[in-house]
């Protein structure tokens, strides 16, 4: 079974409006940490925010938010006020677990987001 | 450096081909990743260091696939007898601990003809 499923493969908002990227994930770990990474077409990863597992408030980080719902097992980014720079692929990835595996992220396979003028 | 530098940029080789891929971390970080990203796919795990200790391997795909981090700093992915399946972005990450964020390398575009 997958651990992170990002079921939009592309989506498309107008700048300064906000948008929502889905992801859901799965695991029977307690401990477990949820990213997000922004991947121009130039292709590095950019870490955006984090979300611990045991985290009580949603993560924020300037424009972008994790809305965090544990029981659905959801991890959705919100970017608000969306920019023409923000358009690029987005990822959202898992750790789970400790010891060895503990650094291993697991990815989605992505969401192409595209702002227009 | 400031950030993870990754060598050569762009790979072109012809199948069968040794290559190997070079990853510079961040100066004094612990952990060290590389991961495998197939044309509009997510990245994929392929191994895991602590400092010179390989931790995980588990995701390397084949026995072609070999890694090492002699020195703790430096690592060296090396892929022998190249085939097409292996073209890919190799992807490097390093971190100052197991429990904290990543940085990424811009990744070294690897494209076997």
């Known amino acids: 079974a997958q651990k992170i499923t990002q079921t939009q493969p592309g989506m498309f908002v107008q700048e300064k409006e906000a948008v929502t990227l889905d992801c859901t994930y799965d695991?029977?770990?307690?401990?477990?940490?949820l990213f997000w990474y922004k991947q121009p077409s130039s292709g590095e990863m950019i870490f955006l925010i984090y979300q611990g597992s045991y985290d009580e408030q949603n993560a924020t980080e300037g424009r972008y938010s994790l809305n965090f719902q544990k029981a659905r097992k959801s991890a959705n980014l919100v970017i608000s006020a969306s920019q023409l720079g923000d358009s690029a692929m987005y990822f959202c990835a898992m750790r789970e677990g400790r010891g060895s595996t503990l650094g291993r992220l697991y990815f989605g396979r992505g969401t192409q987001l595209t702002v227009w003028p | 450096g400031a950030g993870v530098s990754q060598s050569p940029r762009y790979k072109v080789a012809k199948r069968g081909q040794d290559v190997a891929l070079r990853c510079d971390p961040i100066?004094?970080?612990?952990?060290l990743f590389w991961y495998q990203q197939a044309l509009g796919q997510g990245p994929e795990f392929l191994t895991y260091?602590?400092?010179?200790?390989?931790?995980?391997k588990s995701g390397l795909p084949s026995d072609r696939f070999f890694a090492e981090r002699p020195e703790g700093s430096v690592s060296t992915l090396k892929i022998q007898r190249t085939q097409q399946e292996d073209s890919a972005v190799y992807l490097c990450a390093s971190s100052p601990r197991d429990d904290y964020g990543y940085t990424f390398g811009s990744g070294t575009r690897l494209t076997v003809v």
């Open positions: 260091f602590q400092n010179e200790a390989q931790l995980d």
């Open positions: 695991t029977s770990d307690q401990s477990y940490g």
């Open positions: 100066s004094g970080h612990v952990s």
